[in-house]
């Protein structure tokens, strides 16, 4: 079972915010629609749920379009990122909805119920209103509910935006044990990247309506396709640099990237793509500025002479470190980087 | 000393407002007590002394008057009627309100409350403008046999007038609450549009409309004004309570007045509470 969306069109008024997407999701994969706010993401969420009619394009479902069915005739699992739970049904009345509204049996209801209850560790609950759990536990409530009819297709809106950070650890690995157990084919929407790249096997980055590359978690953080996604995946230096020659510079720093032929380029290089060292007797080409503990790494603002901010991350322990704390001078290296001919 | 002295001169003028600063809180409590006290508790007291004053039997000779009976029969029988018809079209209005975007939006929520500022005989007279005998459509509805002005109907559409604004704005606020992705969550789960009405966005309204439905019930049996214009007062056909009440204190029979004003008097005290029960429950179900 899987789904096809082609070419789908969406306005608001005078604005795009879904602009020609098209992507396919194999039966049984886990894929995550991820970018910044604002980007269409939900969007399309809506329309292949039939919450939101399309401007153009198509939806297809099982190689049955689904375009002009009502959304209670799709069979999709919706989850909503502020759960949207029945507030004045029990928790097993919210989880057997889906199931009583089409007449199924009371017994085995009470069955799935039962089943579903225990696999997302609510047992007990089910007697509770949605105002009486905790937010973790309504999320689950809500997954639980929409899995319950069993759906052909599962969709999860920001499904962990509203929890805190802990919490939405454990449920990014949960959800992602879930999957591996039921296979649902399941599209989740979100804006943070390591919840895509932690839960889904692929991903889809969104931006102003546009798909700009459809990969493979690894794919995406090695072979960004556009400035966008090596922008907006991981913490990067973004440097305006020339070519000249064929050796690419930003400034007094030398930059690993083939001859593109550009005269001007944006070099995007991540932070763990750097090595700092501490430069003895006046060397080096940048001074360190703030030296940042964040756990197990160390962040390393400084400033490359010429006055361009650059930043890198070590792990704790890195004898790189070695002598680097503000004021100090460095010696940089870039060992990986990626540019773009500048607009 | 010099301390004492410094802080002495400076005193004299807070000390009064210090002495105003504990009377003013007990004299202010003492003033609205008294209030309270004198016009409604008192009169209170002085209806039930008074309703009560010939003793018992009295005063269930006096309710059990045909006239008044009819007329208390009457008060409750046109009350459920505007209560169940405001319940309904007033949720809908409610509903109209808070989900639907048009233009003329604020103007439809002004005449919804419009009855609450025009006096009720007022009301009744512009019922009788628009409904009378005299009227192109009241002769024209008079000509098929149906009446209205002095007759049951009137009394009907009188209450439903001056009553519109309270199931729509005790329905309103629980509407603003309810979240339109309940309802998306019902639709993806597979119910009907019916199933969807009664099961998700029906229960959590219940409690508020029938919150405003009892106090339009309430108004209802006490409304005297509208009333009084349209029905043409006709005894045990289209005199209600009050206005019967009214007629009692004009022809000189203050004890039977005071006796049927009791019964009414008694609705009032058990529809208050229930309405605010019915209010908290309608609230209580939030988050």
Known sequence: MGIQVNHLVKSFGATRVVNDVTFTVNPGELVALLGPSGGGKSTILRIIAGLESSDQGEVWLDNERVDHLHTRDRRIGFVFQHYALFRHMTVADNIAFGLDVRGVPKEKQRKRVGDLLDLMGLSGLDGRLPAQLSGGQRQRVALARALAPEPRLLLLDEPFGAVDAKVREELRRWLRNLHDEFHTTSIFVTHDQEEAFAVSDRVLILNKGRVEQDAAPLDVLDHPATEFVARFVGEVNVLDAVDKDGAVFAGPLSVPVTATGAGKLHVVVRAYDLKFWHAEDGQGIATARRVVPLGDRVRVDAEIDGGVPIFAQFPRRSSLLRGVEPGARLGIEVTHARAWPAP | ?287
């Open chain 2, 1 to 287: 000393m010099t301390e004492a002295a410094s802080t002495s001169a400076p005193a004299e003028l807070p000390r009064a407002a210090r002495w105003l600063d504990r009377a003013g809180p007990l004299a202010l409590r003492g003033a609205f007590a008294a209030y309270l006290l004198l016009w409604i508790a008192l009169p209170l007291a002085a209806l039930v002394a008074k309703g009560l004053g010939q003793g018992p039997a009295a005063a269930w000779e006096a309710i059990s008057d045909k006239t008044a009976l009819d007329a208390l029969r009457l008060s409750i029988t046109t009350g459920l009627v505007a209560a169940i018809v405001n319940g309904v079209v007033g949720t809908a209005i409610a509903w109209m309100l808070v989900r639907w975007e048009f233009p003329g939006r604020t103007a439809v929520a002004w005449l919804v409350d419009l009855p609450l500022a025009i006096p009720t005989l007022v009301a009744g007279i512009l019922l009788v403008a628009l409904y009378g005998p005299q009227t192109w459509l009241g002769g024209t509805l008079e000509g098929f046999g149906i009446e209205i002005v002095f007759a049951q109907p009137g009394i009907i559409m009188a209450l439903l007038f001056v009553t519109l604004p309270f199931v729509v704005r005790t329905v309103e606020p629980i509407l603003v609450e309810l979240d339109p992705a309940e309802e998306e969550a019902s639709n993806t789960l597979g119910a009907t549009r019916f199933q969807t009405f009664t099961r998700v966005l029906l229960p959590p309204i219940l409690p508020a409309m029938a919150a405003g439905a009892v106090q339009t019930f309430a108004r209802c049996v006490a409304e005297f004004g509208s009333v009084a214009v349209v029905s043409g007062n006709i005894p045990r056909h289209t005199l209600t309570a009050p206005v019967w009440i009214q007629g009692e204190v004009e022809a000189g029979n203050p004890d039977g007045a005071a006796a049927v004003s009791l019964v009414l008097l008694a609705l009032a005290l058990v529809l208050h509470p229930l309405s605010g029960v019915l209010i908290r429950t309608a609230g209580g179900r939030r988050g």
